[in-house]
């Protein structure tokens, strides 16, 4: 079955550090991958998104992703966390051609200390 | 640019009455979506549409309808509504050539 695995619930940082978010997914085929953002009673952004080619993907505000077929994993990477990125962060995965849906890890919330 | 409009942005309602969640998006996307999003539990997918006419089931269908009479509009309907349907609902809309999902900025709905 098709699924999206965010390990972590909850991930505190302080601000001007590094930031990794863990994604793993389990899909039949190579998926298309994204990576979404969402403030406190906003909706989701998309920060980034993977379809093939280059391995490691940049987004928006400075966030990066890496694909690793071999561990079926997708990590968003931030090398300096600013206080503006405290939010929730989706991994989801789907968008093929022929399936349309997509499927959304439970997410991980971001909080940043000053 | 407007891209996906939803409407209300927030609700209540009481058990067994009905409501509509509107939205619209004004970019000729083919495919449209129904999210509803609980604490800890990501989103679920509730309703698609692949086009005007045609809408089927996601993971969590029971207890809404939908329908696509136009390219633009993808009303969610809430017959009977129950406390287990108190959830925010996020609206999406992506083309049939891009690969991402567009969304809306969701409607928070309380069932008392």
């Known amino acids: 079955a098709q699924s999206v695995t965010q390990p972590d619930i909850h991930i505190t940082v302080s601000e001007g550090a590094s930031l990794e978010l863990r994604c793993n997914y389990s899909?039949?085929?190579?998926?298309?991958l994204f990576w979404y953002v969402q403030s406190p009673g906003q909706g989701l952004q998309l920060l980034l998104k993977y379809f093939s080619g280059d391995t490691l993907v940049q987004g928006i505000k400075g966030f990066e992703a890496e694909f690793k077929r071999s561990q079926s994993s997708f990590n968003l990477r931030k090398p300096s966390v600013h206080w503006s990125d405290a939010a929730e962060y989706f991994c989801a995965v789907g968008g093929v051609s022929g399936t349309y849906k997509y499927i959304f890890g439970t997410g991980t919330r971001l909080k940043v200390l000053a | 640019n407007a891209g996906v409009t939803q409407t209300p942005k927030f609700r209540i309602l009481k058990i067994g009455q009905s409501m509509t969640l509107q939205c619209t998006q004004d970019?000729?996307?083919?495919?449209m979506y129904w999210y509803r999003q609980d604490p800890g539990m990501g989103l679920k997918l509730i309703y698609y549409?692949?086009?005007?006419?045609?809408?089927d089931k996601g993971e969590v269908p029971n207890g809404y309808n939908v329908s696509r009479s136009t390219t633009e509009d993808f009303p969610l309907r809430l017959e009977l509504a129950a406390p287990s349907q108190t959830s925010v609902y996020f609206c999406?809309?992506?083309?049939?050539?891009?690969?991402?999902?567009?969304f809306g900025q969701g409607t928070r709905l309380t069932v008392v």
């Open positions: 899909y039949g085929a190579t998926p298309y």
């Open positions: 970019m000729n996307h083919n495919y």
């Open positions: 549409s692949v086009g005007a006419g045609i809408t």
């Open positions: 999406a809309s992506r083309s049939g050539t891009g690969k991402e999902a567009f």
